[in-house]
């Protein structure tokens, strides 16, 4: 059974930092983490859930939402089977639960979230 283990998440003001991690585990035998996308999808109250990043594999292309662009930066670790998201400059309107997913067609697997509150 995949799981997905975000943390990371917290209280920060307005202007700073927090970096994300998702650990995986558990794909099934034929598939390793390198052959999946990675995302990091938010959801803020009374929002749909929104696709923040992604990054490919191989090759790590990486892919934004135009409102973290400069601001955001999605990374993999395939040997350690995890994928973070480095997050500057942060703003309150980045308050959300914060989700990993991990997808390769058909499959796609979700994290339980973590919440990421920017206030002062």
């Known amino acids: 059974q995949v799981q997905l283990v975000e943390s990371g998440g917290g209280l920060v003001q307005p202007g700073g930092s927090l970096r994300l991690s998702c650990a995986a585990s558990?794909?099934?035998?034929?598939?390793?983490?390198?052959?999946?996308?990675m995302r990091w999808y938010r959801q803020a109250p009374g929002k749909e859930r929104e696709l923040v990043a992604d990054?490919?594999?191989?090759?790590?292309?990486?892919n934004y939402a135009d409102s973290v662009k400069g601001r955001f930066t999605i990374s993999r670790d395939n040997a350690k089977r995890t994928v973070y998201l480095q997050m500057n400059s942060l703003k309150p309107e980045d308050t959300a639960v914060y989700y990993c997913?991990?997808?390769?067609?058909?499959?796609?697997?979700w994290g339980q979230g973590t919440q990421v509150t920017v206030s002062s």
């Open positions: 997913n991990a997808e390769r067609h058909p499959s796609s697997y």
């Open positions: 558990g794909f099934p035998f034929m598939f390793t983490f390198s052959q999946y996308t």
């Open positions: 990054i490919t594999s191989p090759g790590g292309t990486t």
